[in-house]
């Protein structure tokens, strides 16, 4: 952060005094005003529910521009991270800062591949579950449970456990996505084989069995690893502030990520890969692209409140650029798997079409975002649609961990806790009972 020459003057139509406050720059991004003293100054605090104009904190890990459509993980542009890098490159950057050399890559896929088993009492766990249960509903069990079986890494403030903490919480979420899958369609568990590479071992968890070999198809594996490497971090979203703000009160990593887990679940976060494909397949059910006009239709009534799911971003002003990477691997999946006619991608192609020059979309600057395709991608891989949003979970878990570990790092972090405007009653004095 850098102070900047320009200050910020904060003045009342009162005649109370003036404040002035001061502006820090960035590398690269919008500058920020500094209000911590505002209300020791003034007794007045800021107002901003939604956190529309508030940077909660300063980073060095993810940046976004969101008017250029522009995504960065320490720098490095997203699309050279998708073609040219493996998700554990991604994981190793965005832990540590740097790209690894082929040393440093080699040591950390085989450290990584020496914690994938989990603790053999998880499945007992795991057995309290309704077969039918959310997989998000286990997932946030499961890694909140990590803290219960791990003992030895869950002192936030030790760096040595934040260190093992994060490479247990990496290496094991895969286990526990295609544990949690094979124990909802009621097949044995398929344990880790660490000579695989992390997303053909994630592959082979969850479609193998014990009856036959599994052989990984490398187009599917390389999607999968795609998938990984788009969701790994997304700067200061919902789930990621929800990790900070939940290990901001030093409890241990894994309460914090399963905190994270939680959060992603919802529909406007994480879910929407779930709903947008469920969104996709009502249409289709309904008549297909004919049917399309109507639907727009209904989205753009606002007492409908129908959403066009996988549409649309806080950040985002303009194309997501996961989406544009999501898009291509769909191609190459659906070709892979010989679906390249797949009504589903044609749906999602011509309503994309349809929405980008449809004035309601356009002006408010709603472009698909990496939502709209993955779910295509996931179900041609044969992921089934309740189990998405804990793939992203499974991608995201490294970018909360590099976001947990920055804030505990940083010497100005304080636990967090923000304020608000008080609009209830003032104070009442309780009556006895029978006069209520
Ligand atoms: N369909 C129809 N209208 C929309 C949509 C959409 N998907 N998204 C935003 N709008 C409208 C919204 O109704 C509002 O219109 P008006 O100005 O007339 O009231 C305007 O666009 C601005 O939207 P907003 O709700 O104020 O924007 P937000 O920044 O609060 O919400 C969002 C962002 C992602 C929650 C929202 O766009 C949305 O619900 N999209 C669908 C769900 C989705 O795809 N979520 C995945 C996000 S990307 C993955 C991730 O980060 O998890």
Known sequence: MIASDVKATLSFSDGSPSMELPLYKGTIGPDVIDIRKLYAQTGKFTYDPGFLSTASCNSTITYIDGDKGELRYRGYPIDQLATQCDFLETCYLLLKGELPNPQQKKDFDRLVSTHTMVNEQMQFFLRGFRRDAHPMAVMTGLVGAL????????????????DISAIRLIAKMPTLVAMAYKYGIGQPYIYPQNKLSYSANFMRMMFG????????????????????????????????????????????????????????????????????????????????????????????????????????????????????????????????????????????????????????FVSRKLYPNVDFYSGIVQRAIGIPVSLFTAVFALARTVGWIAQLNEMIGDPEYKIGRPRQLFVGAPHRDVLPITQR
């Open 147 to 162: 803290s219960a079986f791990y003992h030895d890494s869950t002192d936030i403030t030790n760096p040595v456990h934040r």
């Open 209 to 360: 069995t014990p009856c036959e070999d599994y052989e990984p198809n490398d187009v599917l594996v390389r999607a999968m690893d795609r998938i990984f490497i788009l969701h790994a971090d997304h700067e200061q979203n919902a789930s990621t502030s929800t990790v900070r703000l939940c290990g901001s009160s030093g409890t241990n990593p894994f309460a914090a990520i399963a905190a994270g887990v939680a959060c992603l679940w919802g529909p406007a976060h994480g879910g929407a890969n779930e709903a947008a494909l469920n969104m996709l397949e009502e249409i289709q059910r309904n008549g297909g692209v004919e049917k399309i006009g109507e639907f727009i239709k209904n989205v753009k009534d606002k007492n409908s409140n129908v959403k066009l799911m996988g549409f649309g971003h806080r950040v985002y002003k303009n194309y997501d650029p996961r989406a544009k990477l999501m898009r291509e691997t769909c191609h190459e999946v659906l070709q892979a798997t010989g679906l390249h006619d797949d009504p589903l991608f044609k749906l999602a192609m011509a309503l994309e079409k349809i929405a980008l020059e449809d004035d309601y």
